[in-house]
Nanobody, 125 residues
Framework: QVQLVESGGGLVQAGGSLRLSCVASGRTFSNYKVGWFRQAPGKEREFVAGISRSGGGITYYADSVKGRFTASRDNAKNTVYLQMDRLKPEDTAVYYC?????????????????WGQGTQVTVSS
């Protein structure tokens, strides 16, 4: 079992930046792949970015955020980050991190067993 806590959300103007953090407790976080998802009001949860289990450090992104968002991890701190640059109003959503012990790159919610509580990101125009 691993517990996840997100932080770093907030209100920012279009074009600005935020860095989200996802801190894990309970297990060796380097053994988990991590995904970032978001859900806007009235919309389904969607994949944003992912990072593989340590050793590969492979990152992958939704087309809508590629080139603007960067996922990274610091295993010494049991933390995964999502750096979000050049934010747009359409990035407004609750952002969740999720973790799973599986290998590979997964872009669907059902591939992840553990979820954080979410952090709100609001981008004003």
């Amino acid at each position: 079992q691993v517990q996840l806590v997100e932080s770093g959300g907030g209100l920012v103007q279009a074009g600005g930046s935020l860095r989200l953090s996802c801190v894990a407790s309970g297990r060796t976080f380097s053994n988990y792949k991590v995904g970032w998802f978001r859900q806007a009001p009235g919309k389904e949860r969607e994949f944003v970015a992912g990072i593989s289990r340590s050793g590969g450090g492979i990152t992958y992104y939704a087309d809508s955020v590629k080139g603007r968002f960067t996922a990274s991890r610091d295993n010494a701190k049991n933390t995964v980050y999502l750096q979000m640059d050049r934010l747009k109003p359409e990035d407004t959503a609750v952002y969740y991190c999720a973790a799973d012990r599986g290998y590979g790159s997964s872009r669907t919610s059902d591939a992840y067993d553990y979820w954080g509580q979410g952090t709100q990101v609001t981008v004003s125009s």
